[in-house]
Nanobody
Framework: QLQIVESGGGLVQAGGSLVLSCTAS????????MGWFRQAPNDRQGVACI???????FYSDSAKGRFTISRDSAKNSMSLRMESLNPSDSGIYYC???????????????????WGQGTQVTVSS
């Protein structure tokens, strides 16, 4: 059974940075995508995703240039470094794993993914 554990959320001032980490166990395929989503009022929005096949990445428009996603294949883990944070980045961040390597499919649709419990990120102004 796939288990996903996130860590690294917290409170930070605007302009600051945070690193979120996610570790997944029970992945049964070598080809998968992992990603981070932020809970918005009406849905979860993909922030950044990475593929296990070639470490290709997908970023939302708001994340480009500020966030960096990376992966440790040996540990089935990934990190999201977030810089230049602003209050609109606040929310619960969820780690997701989808047993298909397409980062766009995971980040844009989010369907068919397994989810962690989420970690709170709060950016104060």
């Amino acid at each position: 059974q796939l288990q996903i554990v996130e860590s690294g959320g917290g409170l930070v001032q605007a302009g600051g940075s945070l690193v979120l980490s996610c570790t997944a166990s029970g992945i049964t395929s070598e080809n998968y995508a992992m990603g981070w989503f932020r809970q918005a009022p009406n849905d979860r929005q993909g922030v950044a995703c990475i593929s296990s096949v070639d470490d290709s990445t997908f970023y939302s428009d708001s994340a480009k240039g500020r966030f960096t996603i990376s992966r440790d294949s040996a540990k089935n883990s990934m990190s999201l470094r977030m810089e230049s944070l602003n209050p609109s980045d606040s929310g619960i961040y969820y780690c997701a794993v989808r047993l298909s390597p397409s980062t766009r499919t995971l980040c844009v649709r989010g369907s068919g993914a397994s989810w962690g419990q989420g970690t709170q990120v709060t950016v104060s102004s």
